[in-house]
Nanobody, 120 residues
Framework: QVQLVESGGGLVQTGGSLRLSCAAS????????MGWYRQAPGKQRELVAT???????NYADSVKGRFTISRDNAKNTVYLQMYGLKPEDTAVYYC??????????????WGQGTQVTVSS
């Protein structure tokens, strides 16, 4: 019913930047919070940043000052601008959205993930 498609991952050197995008489509009436999570090999998935429909943001301490989350409500799209990347940022990044469908079901939707690799 709802699909999230991420793009923008890749390989970058330490100190570099990347911009991730995630577009939601399908049976969407509205989206509340959207966010980015990441999972490194052998580690649990962790929150990176979230943003509400009103634009309030929340960041993990490890990315504050380096990453910026934003969204375009008209396009049902969320972005993650990443600067000053470090090897420890290497992970699969997942998009998440709290969706109210057109049939008024609430769904916690996830994307398929996009790999970010930071070389030292």
């Amino acid at each position: 019913q709802v699909q999230l498609v991420e793009s923008g991952g890749g390989l970058v050197q330490t100190g570099g930047s990347l911009r991730l995008s995630c577009a939601a489509s399908g049976s969407i009436f509205s989206i509340t919070a959207m966010g980015w999570y990441r999972q490194a090999p052998g580690k649990q998935r962790e929150l990176v940043a979230t943003i509400t429909s009103g634009g309030s943001t929340n960041y993990a301490d490890s990315v504050k000052g380096r990453f910026t989350i934003s969204r375009d409500n008209a396009k049902n799209t969320v972005y993650l601008q990443m600067y000053g990347l470090k090897p420890e940022d290497t992970a699969v990044y997942y998009c998440n959205a709290g969706v109210l469908t057109k049939t008024f079901r609430r769904i916690d939707s996830w994307g398929q993930g996009t790999q970010v690799t930071v070389s030292s």
